[in-house]
Structure formats: structure tokens, C-alpha cells
């Protein structure tokens, strides 16, 4: 049996860990630069909001009925996030990070998993104080289903198997795991409606009808396992570090500072699963709602030298910006892409490496300690910028609770502002 473990509303949950006085009460998280709403409380969706809705749009009636609005804290969900994975690794031996909110979990020779579910669900809850839900089913598709019928269950946790026949005819074919809208659409029209009706219908028919995504989805739901656990994923092609400014940028010094953050950011990720990138891609793009003049560019280059040093990268980037900058307009949004990724067993390497290489990369792993041990902005390169007046907006953002001394909650102190 394969169990999907999945935090309820992860983001407000965060949220609520050091504002119990928020628990049942109506609460948001917005996206990047305070745009739109990506996490609700279930009181906040009875309000009516929905996933996605932009900020001015239900400004007012967040107002009106007193909701509380919060800035994404992504420094605060991503250590809550691994603080939850390693609870749940304390109950299997494999298990397959699948984003920052779910987890698939393989429950070998085990006689009672709904049992070892509640446990889990307990365990998470009382150490973390996020809820989650629990899923069990014999393929990860099932298990996706079962999580999601769960999630309305007040124990938390269902387990759903192939030979359920009741529940498979009340879900309909749109909520199955890996299904959108065309495919939908295409299954309506030959009378497909449910998950049982999937798992009926003629195999040649279904290839036809969406490939073999299809087909895997309907041998899935018959309980044949065709989608294994990835207990280590694979190594990307491409990496791609980019976000919109807090506000319009025009100065080229600023710029260079945002190219700057994301080259690094963005090595920082491919030097964390050993890769190596053969191309760098910079652009840099306005505002297409605004009325002001619209200009976008990119520039691309490949690396002689394949390359993890993200002072290197740096350096490329700025000059890229440069070629591609113009005056007169004002940016919205820049980004760094490191192409043809490549594990670094694969890389050849030359024959005359310079020594300086070697020096320039203790250099690096010296700084990525220090990262390590007092936090990601305890040290950075003086390209980064100090004050960064470009950075995204997020004027609603809780503290770092857990991850900044500066910012830990203090026993005592009244944190509610009731």
C-alpha cells in the first residue's frame, strides 16, 4: 500500500502554528509581491474567495468580514515543510518528497495502515501543530483519490482500493489524479464520467483517446502499480530563478543586483544535486498591463567549460543584462535559466584544468558552510546588493519564526493583537 500524506491549507496552517487565536477564523497567504490569494482557510473559501483571485479584487470583503491577509513567509513554510517529512519518515523506509506540502509513503507488510495513518496524523499534529490528511491506496493515483476524499472526513485519513466500486462511482473523472480539462473533455464525449467508468472502458479505447499518460492512469485505478516512488528525483535539464519587483526598476544598478540574486540562487540549486550548466540565459521584461512603452529581450550563451561556480555565472549574467538592457523603460521582472544540465560524473573535464579552479571552489564551499550553519543571508556576494530596494513586496509577512534569531517568538510576549 502507497499512503499521500498532504498538510491542510499548508500555507495558512504555517500560519496558525503561532497564531492559534487565527484557528476556525477566516485567513489568506498572497503570492509574490502581495498579488493573489494562493492559500485559504476553509473559512475563507465558504467567504467565497477563490484560489488565485487577485488581492484588489477581494480587498474589500476580507475587510468586511475581518479576514486576516498574510504575505507569503516561504522562509518559514519551507523549514515547517522539512519538519514535517522528517516525522513521516519515521514511518516507512521509502518515501517520495513530492512538493512542499505532500508526501507519497510506501507501507510495506504492513497489516493495519489506516492505524499507523491515525498515528501519523497524530504524531505530525502534536509535534508541528500542522494537520494533514492521509490517503491509502494500492497505486499512487489511488492513494491521490483517497487523499482528497480525506480531506472531508473528520478523521483525516481513508483508505480507497480498486474493488470499491460505490466510491469510484462518485468521483467524478475530472478530480482522477493526472486528468485536465482536454482529456476530460475528450472522455465526456464517449460517455467516460467517473473514475469507474475509467477503469471499465476498453484499454485501446483509452490510449486512443489520451496516449499512454491515459492508459497508465486506468491500470493505476485497476491497482496495477505503474508509477514507482522516487525516493531520489530526477536531476533537472534546467533551472530557471526569476521574480517580479516590488515595484518598477529603471536603473541598470539595480538590475544587475535582482540578475545578480537569482545567477546565485540559481547555482545554488544545480551545485545541490551535483549538476553543471552549459548554457546561461538572461532576460528582462515590463509590465504588459501597464500603459507605459512594453519592451522584453533575452540573451543566450554557452559555456566553453561546463560550470557550478556561481561567480562565474554571475559575472555572465551582468554582462548578458547589459547587452540586452535599454534606457527609458520601466522592468517588471527579470530571471536567470541554466541550460543542458549535467550530473557532474558526466562532465569529461579538461586535461589542463588552471589551479585557480580548485581555489575559486573551496572559496565557494567555505561560503555555502557558513550558509549552512547562520542562515542563507549570513553571507553573500557584494554583486547581491545590501538594501535591495527592487525586492518583491511582501508587506504583510509574519516573522521567520524558525528560521531567524531575530525574529523567534518570545515566551511572554503577547503575540495576539486582540
Not at 255 to 281: D, M
Not at 333 to 357: C, E, M, P, S
Request: overall charge positive; some cysteine.
Amino acid at each position: 500500500m502507497i499512503a499521500l500524506a498532504d498538510c491542510n491549507n499548508f500555507y495558512v496552517s504555517c500560519e496558525r502554528v503561532f497564531k492559534p487565536w487565527l484557528n476556525e477564523k477566516p485567513v489568506i497567504v498572497l503570492s509574490n509581491n502581495d498579488g493573489c490569494a494562493i492559500a485559504r482557510s476553509n473559512e475563507a473559501k465558504r467567504l467565497g474567495i477563490k484560489m488565485g483571485a487577485p488581492y484588489y479584487q477581494v480587498k474589500e470583503l476580507c475587510q468586511k468580514n475581518r479576514v486576516s491577509v498574510f504575505s507569503s513567509n516561504y522562509e518559514l513554510y519551507g523549514d515547517m515543510s522539512k519538519r514535517v517529512v522528517s516525522i513521516l519518515m519515521r514511518f516507512t523506509s521509502e518515501a517520495e518528497i513530492y512538493s512542499i506540502d505532500e508526501s507519497f509513503l510506501k507501507l510495506d507488510q504492513i497489516h493495519n495502515p489506516i492505524k499507523v495513518a491515525r498515528k501519523m496524523r497524530e504524531t505530525v499534529l502534536k509535534w508541528t501543530g500542522i494537520p494533514i490528511s492521509v490517503g491509502i491506496g494500492p497505486t499512487k493515483t489511488l492513494a491521490k483519490m483517497a487523499n482528497r476524499m480525506a480531506k472531508k472526513k473528520d478523521s483525516g485519513c481513508l483508505a480507497v482500493r480498486e474493488s470499491e466500486k460505490s466510491l469510484l462511482g462518485s468521483v467524478k473523472v475530472r478530480e482522477v489524479w493526472g486528468i485536465g480539462r482536454r482529456i476530460e473533455e475528450k472522455l465526456k464525449r464517449i460517455g467516460i464520467l467517473t473514475a469507474l467508468d475509467l477503469i471499465n472502458a476498453p484499454a485501446p479505447i483509452i490510449r486512443k483517446v489520451g496516449g499512454v499518460h491515459l492508459e497508465r492512469t486506468q491500470k493505476e485505478l485497476q491497482g496495477r502499480q505503474c508509477i514507482s516512488i522516487e525516493q531520489i528525483p530526477e536531476p533537472k535539464k534546467n533551472v530557471c530563478c526569476s521574480r517580479s519587483f516590488g515595484r518598477a526598476v529603471t536603473d541598470l544598478e539595480e538590475l544587475e543586483e535582482a540578475v545578480a540574486n537569482h545567477a546565485v540562487r540559481a547555482t545554488q540549486k544545480i551545485r545541490k544535486e551535483e549538476s553543471l550548466t552549459y548554457g546561461l540565459q538572461v532576460f528582462i521584461m515590463t509590465n504588459g498591463f501597464s500603459k507605459d512603452p512594453q519592451y522584453s529581450n533575452s540573451k543566450t550563451i554557452g559555456f566553453d567549460e561546463p560550470s557550478d561556480d556561481p561567480i562565474r555565472i554571475l559575472s555572465t549574467a551582468k554582462e548578458l543584462l547589459r547587452s540586452i538592457y535599454r534606457k527609458g523603460y520601466s522592468y517588471k521582472k527579470a530571471g536567470v535559466l541554466l541550460l543542458n544540465l549535467r550530473t557532474r560524473d558526466q562532465d569529461q573535464g579538461l586535461l589542463f584544468r588552471d589551479h585557480y579552479d580548485e581555489k575559486r571552489n573551496r572559496f565557494v564551499k567555505a561560503l555555502e558552510s557558513i550558509k549552512n550553519t547562520y542562515g542563507t543571508s549570513s553571507t553573500f556576494l557584494a554583486a547581491q546588493g545590501i538594501d535591495r530596494p527592487w525586492d518583491m513586496k511582501r508587506q504583510r509577512r509574519s516573522p521567520r519564526y524558525t528560521t531567524d534569531w531575530n525574529e523567534i517568538p518570545v515566551i511572554g510576549s503577547s503575540l495576539d493583537p486582540s
